[in-house]
């Protein structure tokens, strides 16, 4: 591998951490908006999202300049394929951010409803948990790490059957929280594809180590 | 352009086209077991969301191999990144027909209830209109053909926001239709979903051609 391909290799990792840092914050700041109902934590996630996409289309053009000036092959392709796919899949979790943290401006303007603990404490730190992993897996070329983070999506999925079962219950029992508890649905729905991002980012991590693909296995 | 990488890029846009096709008509039954109640449709969905999961993967080893080969720059390199993505958004495409899919057949054990005119006729229509719009502006690589689709994309919200107060209506003015209101917001959701990726088909398109990266503009 030449010493430029070798550089700029170098620095489209570090810039694809750099906007993995810039999306768990944005999704930390989301989540500190719900339970905490504070719009300081809804601006920063607004002001994380134009950086993220910004970032976006930076790592894009940088993957390009770089297929076309050294027009690496096997490994070093594999990885700038994967960093294409990557960036997009960062892009869209701080879409994601971006949706739970206007949801929870217009929570905060509603009598907050009890929800599940699990929805509260279990599934934000799951997620967070997952969408670091994902990214230290890629680092780090970790497959058991990404595997981990694969086997943690059931677990989300069945948080958000539990939520759906409670939201619902909740609406039936009194119709004028219907709204909220719809509202605090679409939250928990957000964080679930939020997880499912980390998750194909830990597949891609698999196939860049293995060659092999592994989604759609199920 | 050599002969051969011509020809391997003529191939990779109708396997492209091929897929495309078979995403559309995944939609298409996701909505006929909807709107029917039919079983059959259902099936079906399920059926191509395995034949797309399978053609997904083999475009993506198709492009490796075509960097690889041919290492092509300038406007081919740009046409087999788009194709990466393409092939990423019409995967998740089929994705959201599974899951309205599931979602019908649920629906199916449940009295129907009302819901406006615009979820029912509208909405597929136009969604399926931006699908099939952003692959012909992807093909003819049309700009002003995609700059339609994003335009498109503003009724998508505006009946996805009317659908949710309906559904919130509907819910509490009758709390035992609350679990199907809720699923039929789901299934507009997932059609919004699909309208949002047509759009970012179309964003690639106008990239493609203009080599302007025009997502995130708003």
Redesign the interface.
């Known amino acids: 591998m030449s010493l430029h391909l070798q550089r700029d290799l170098e620095k489209l990792k570090k810039e694809i951490l750099k906007l993995g840092t810039m999306v768990e914050s944005a999704i930390n700041n989301a989540i500190l908006a719900l339970n905490n109902r504070e719009m300081l934590y809804v601006d920063e996630v607004l002001r994380l999202e134009d950086h993220i996409?910004?970032m976006?289309?930076k790592i894009?053009?940088d993957?390009?300049k770089i297929?076309?000036l050294h027009?690496p092959?096997?490994g070093d392709?594999?990885f700038i394929?994967v960093s294409?796919?990557v960036n997009?899949d960062l892009e869209r979790m701080g879409d994601f951010a971006k949706n739970i943290a206007k949801r929870a401006r217009e929570l905060m303007q509603e009598e907050p409803i009890s929800t599940l603990p699990e929805f509260v404490n279990e599934l934000p730190n799951l997620v967070r948990t997952m969408v670091r992993n994902s990214l230290d897996a890629l680092v780090k070329l970790d497959v058991s790490l990404a595997r981990e983070v694969i086997a943690m999506d059931d677990k989300v999925d069945e948080i958000n059957r539990a939520m759906?079962q409670e939201?619902?219950r909740v609406?039936?029992?009194n119709?004028?929280k219907?709204?909220v508890a719809?509202s605090l649905?679409s939250t928990s729905r957000y964080m679930e594809r939020i997880g499912d991002l980390s998750t194909n980012i830990a597949e891609d991590v698999i196939f860049m180590v293995e060659g092999r693909?592994i989604?759609?296995d199920d």
């Open positions: 996409n910004e976006e289309v894009e053009e993957c390009l297929l076309a027009q092959v096997a392709l594999r394929v294409l796919k997009n759906y939201v619902t609406a039936k029992e119709a004028s219907t709204g719809i649905l693909v989604r759609h």
